[in-house]
């Protein structure tokens, strides 16, 4: 665990690869990383540098082959699994560049299915009235209750990004991860989004993005270019 208190996720020599038939592609190389409770941080890079699957490990979406990913003090490895499904369903919140909304749910449905799946019938059952007006004062507040029992395919490719974005501080995390959020957006949208992402952080959310344009990762308070496996600071 680091020395600074306000340390909340680190990432210490984190190694991964993929294999490509019989050929071993090494992705990242010792990664160190570190994000302080409440930041907005950047992580730029080329395309195929491996930023989206560093956020992936961060979030525990993704296994590493060598290395340490500490939260809170918590080794996110070397806990079980259901300590890990706790962090993606409870701590974390996850915003990915293609929305990733279930096509045949509605917006509000979207909104609630992380509470759904965190839930058993029972407390499902007796929280299910509460969830649904959180719900619905997040879409209000993202501009979205008009859209509430819509179907995503109906909705325009900013509304279904803040969708997601709603979705994804529908519990609170402690950390929510954006993953090339604006990169299946035009340019006038993506900053709307980007605009919404300024805000959650102006409220406390600590928010780690990756993303390969770097007027955008401009907007974050500290920026980590990941190159050749490796990360170093900017500026």
Do not use: C
């Not at 665990?1 to 991964?16: F, G, P, Q, T, Y």
């Not at 609630?112 to 619905?136: C, F, I, N, Q, Y």
């Amino acid at each position: 665990m680091s020395k600074h208190a306000n340390v909340i996720l680190e990432a210490r020599d984190i190694h991964k690869s993929y294999w490509l038939g019989q050929i071993e592609v090494p992705v990242l190389k010792g990664v160190d990383l570190e994000v302080v409770e409440g930041e907005f941080l950047a992580v730029v890079g080329a395309s195929g540098s491996g930023k989206s699957t560093l956020l992936h490990v961060l979030g525990a979406l993704d296994t590493l082959d060598q290395g340490q990913v500490t939260f809170e003090g918590v080794d996110v490895f070397a806990a079980d699994e259901s300590y890990r499904n706790q962090l993606r369903n409870r701590r974390f919140g996850f915003v990915f560049q293609f929305y990733h909304l279930l096509p045949e749910l509605t917006v509000l449905e979207n909104v609630l299915m992380p509470e759904l799946v965190g839930s058993s019938v029972v407390a499902w059952l007796s929280k299910a009235d509460r969830s649904e007006e959180t719900g619905m004062a997040l879409l209000e507040q993202f501009g979205l209750a008009h859209r509430a029992h819509h179907l995503p395919s109906q909705l325009s490719g900013g509304e279904r990004q803040r969708a997601a974005i709603v979705r994804a501080v529908m519990n609170q995390p402690v950390v929510l991860f954006a993953d090339e959020p604006t990169g299946n957006l035009d340019a006038t949208t993506g900053r709307q989004i980007i605009q919404v992402l300024m805000n959650l952080h102006r409220g406390g959310q600590t928010i780690v993005m990756v993303t390969h344009d770097q007027e955008i990762a401009r907007t974050a308070d500290r920026t980590i270019r990941l190159t050749d496996g490796r990360t170093r600071r900017e500026g």
